[in-house]
């Protein structure tokens, strides 16, 4: 059977001349998103780390500033306490979900990023190897959760969040976006992330 004969259904139309344009350019995506699977317990032990990365990232951005934590809860239309710590654990679970493929498109990158720079440093060398002896995977994953929830609190912290607030609540804001708030906001996040990736690595490996 030819090309032009496999493309063609029994009836004699064309399988691909019958489909809508915008289906035939988004086959592609459909395809990978198809193919993208995750193991529940990965996703739950995503879920568990998001909620136990909330925690110590809402309390650090409230000691920081009482209004921060409400501003969070803005983000929901909630500008109070108990509506910031509710936003909080929200987005932890949601930032939590897209860390498992980011784990996995960045893991072995990553190791071999680090073995890179052991290999100049003995004792550096010792400490890392001690703590893979202990808990490889959890090592691991808490060194790409600090990197994955910096880039969450640049672009959460600083950018999307003024921005959501602003621009879709109609709320203006009065923090300027290289504020110190804004620096915390990312620290806070980098603990979130650290915290996210050393329990999902624990309960991965246990």
Known sequence: MTDADASTETDGSNAVGD??????????????????????????????????????????????????????????????????????????????????AFVSICLDPFVEWLLGIVRQNASLRAALVALLDRSALATITFGLGNGYGAAVGVGFGVLLQPLWVTVVLGVPTTVPILALERVVAVVAWTVYGGTLGLVYGLLLEH
């Open 19 to 100: 489909r809508p344009p915008y289906r035939v350019a988004l086959a592609p995506l459909s395809e990978a998103a198809d193919s993208v699977s995750f193991d529940p317990r990965e996703v739950e032990a995503a879920i568990a780390g998001g909620l136990a990365g909330a925690f110590p990232a809402a309390l650090l951005i409230q000691r920081w500033d009482t209004d921060a934590i409400r501003r969070v809860g803005a983000v929901f239309g909630t500008p109070t306490l108990d509506g910031g710590w509710l936003a909080m654990f929200a987005l932890g679970v949601l930032f939590s979900l897209p860390f498992i």
